[in-house]
């Protein structure tokens, strides 16, 4: 399935990281988790139109491992995966 996000809208895959107690126990999934934050750009729209008419590039790419707003993007589940979808405004930075 392919995506087509509109204006500035991104797709993104949220990463889920395992959590492990600094003497080394790895907690379980069932454990209670935190909403990720970290997540791969999926999908970009073409970006906003500003005031003067013209349309304003995205600043992620497909491909970019992101930092996102904890509660910015929407949840959204696709064939039983879960997704985000949110602004590029959510997004905080580009992991390197």
């Known amino acids: 399935m392919t995506f087509q996000p509109l204006s500035n809208h991104v797709f993104l895959e949220p990463l889920e990281e395992e959590k492990t107690t600094k003497s080394g126990i790895v907690l379980p999934d069932t454990a209670e988790r935190e909403k990720p934050i970290k997540g791969k ?28 707003k904890k509660y910015g993007p929407d949840e959204i589940e696709i064939e039983g995966k879960k997704y985000l979808v949110g602004d590029e405004d959510d997004i905080l930075a580009i992991l390197k």
């Open 41 to 68: 750009v999926l999908a970009t729209g073409p970006g906003k139109v500003n005031e003067k008419g013209e349309r304003v590039q995205m600043s992620v790419k497909v491909g970019d491992m992101v930092l996102f």
